[in-house]
């Protein structure tokens, strides 16, 4: 178990940046081990490089995403409608380069453009017998510059709560819960604005009017149903529509006489129906969609584990299973290796099926299915008891990868906006690849931490017919000191190479790599659970667009006033 939990901390350090994230669901910004492209706070490719195929990790399903959002074949935990902790907090932030930073250093005439802020507040109250009541409003105008002018054409007003910057999500609600030793419920109801990313590269506006969520775990049993009321409008097309849907789950996880024994066994149901009446953009098969699934962990010895889940309803099968082996090793070392396999007809059997727009159909499925194998390895050895190294290596093959036949691209010169039409296809051969990750960790007591680490991939086949190519190497490093045990200050400079969109655009598009640094001052107030932080990111890196019609990716500064209960 010792070196079962030496394995586990190389990687959660590898895994987890230290410096928080702008907001919830948005994790993957401060990551350094992957290509993270990111068009907005609703839309990024997220790929971690030790995880072998080509797909970015928001397309493929899983149990653990059944409470994130679905927008638009992808899971999002952003925005994210899970109760917060008991407390109060308030967070704002803007990109540097607002105008009223601008008064005090540049003349009239050398002024840039007004530059985008986060605006969030809330509160969760104490329990009261078990009884409490939240709020929160939440906006995330940042990334919203690149396709400003036709989202700001293609809708009535400005389209958010608050401001009038056209945000990616601007989101507000409040509600009740309950919470004791068997029952954590919530039930929450508010009002939200959002935008899709759409597989044609159009940015489609969403008003949920309203949204309902109600959430109980009760014991081993979580429950989950949400209604959404939603409107869609497109004023440059003179188009307009509505959704009702209910989407929801039912999970059951065996508890404690299974974790006695050598499995554990989890199985449920997710769901999703809708009613649409006029443009909605895109289309549910059936207007409905069931997705039974079964999680089985079997150990029949105490150093192999075998996970399997297994997903199935009358259009789609999934499959996810791993083996992995925790090898005898001297002390203080630990050892692991394992294969894995993804297969399917499809990696989100619950997203939508057809998209529209412009008289145009896009079918979202792919005939066939797709084959992903990996097999990893990887270690972690702790020397005399403050430094620790690490490494993890992988090789996997995929076949039948899905990727988009383009028929046809288009280019708006008025906005500036590139778009296609085709079909949701597969890369009808095998795409091989080779990764390997070493890191650094050191040390002392709860004063300082260190980790450094770097990674490469190389990737052979027909990689152009992917969506993206993915970074062929990284490296990152990231530390955390803390002072007087209540000051704290994180730091992660990182590196990632060139990535490419190759379909998005006649032309592919190529995401110069950089130097990013990010940087976290903190200031506890343990007496009276007060926290303030304040926060740069993407300091050093250009000014740049990651994704085709995405928004720019620039530097900014967030803080946040947080007090618990």
Known sequence: ???????????????????????????????????????????????????????????????????????????????????????????????????????????NDDRPENRTPILEGGFRSPSYKGLWATARFFQDDHFCSGAYAYRRDMVDGNYTHLGANWAMFSTAYGGLGYTNSLVNASVLAGEEYLWFYTASSHWVPAHYKPRVEARA???????????????????????????????????????KACQQKFYQIAAGVAFRAVDDEGTVYTELEEDRVMWSFLEMRVQPLQRLTADVTFGVN???????????????????????VGVKNISGSRLNP??????????????????????????????????????????????????????FDVDEYDYNEEYGLNTRFGNVSRVDAWIKGLSAEMSLNTWYRDMF???????????????????????????????DWLLNK???????????????????????????????????????FPKYGISLTGTLMHVLADEEMETVNGGYDRIRFICQAKKTF
């Not at 959002?69 to 917060?84: C, D, E, H, V, Y």
């Not at 009358?314 to 692991?336: F, K, T």
Request: glycine share 10%.
């Open 1 to 107: 178990m010792k070196n079962f939990a030496l394995v586990s901390l190389l990687t959660a350090s590898v895994a987890f940046a230290q410096i928080p994230a702008e907001m919830d669901g948005m994790e993957y910004e401060t990551r350094a081990d992957g290509t993270f492209l990111i068009g907005g706070p609703t839309y990024a490719f997220d790929r971690p490089m030790s995880a072998g195929g080509l797909h970015s990790e928001s397309e493929l399903w899983t149990p653990a995403k059944m409470r994130d959002r679905l927008l638009f074949n992808r899971w999002s935990g952003t925005p994210s409608w899970t109760p917060l902790e008991p407390g109060i907090w308030v967070k704002t932030g803007n990109e540097l380069g607002d105008l009223i930073y601008q008064d005090f250093i540049t003349e």
């Open 217 to 255: 775990d009760i014991k081993d049993l979580s429950v989950t149903v949400a209604y959404e009321d939603i409107e869609f409008e497109n004023l440059h097309k003179k188009e307009e529509g509505a959704r009702k849907e209910v989407n929801g789950s039912v999970y059951y996880k065996c508890g």
């Open 314 to 336: 009358e259009r789609d099968w999934l499959v996810q299973d791993s083996i992995q082996y925790l090898a005898p090793a001297p002390e203080n070392m630990g050892v692991v």
């Open 350 to 403: 619950l997203a939508d099926t057809k998209e529209f727009y412009d008289g145009r159909e896009i079918d979202l499925t792919a005939d066939g299915q797709m084959n992903l194998i990996q097999a990893y390895a990887s270690y972690v050895d702790t020397l005399g008891g403050f430094v620790s190294i690490g490494g993890r290596g992988s090789i996997w093959a995929e076949h039948g990868a899905e990727t």
């Open 449 to 479: 931490k260190f980790t450094a680490m770097a990674g490469f991939e190389h990737i052979d086949g027909p990689i152009d017919e992917a969506e993206v190519t993915p970074a062929e190497f990284y490296t990152g490093f990231m530390g």
């Open 486 to 524: 209540t000051f704290k200050i994180s730091h992660s400079l990182r590196y990632r190479s060139d990535a490419k969109w190759n379909l998005r655009s006649k032309d592919p598009m190529v995401v110069k790599g950089d130097w990013t640094w990010d940087a976290s001052f903190s200031q506890q």
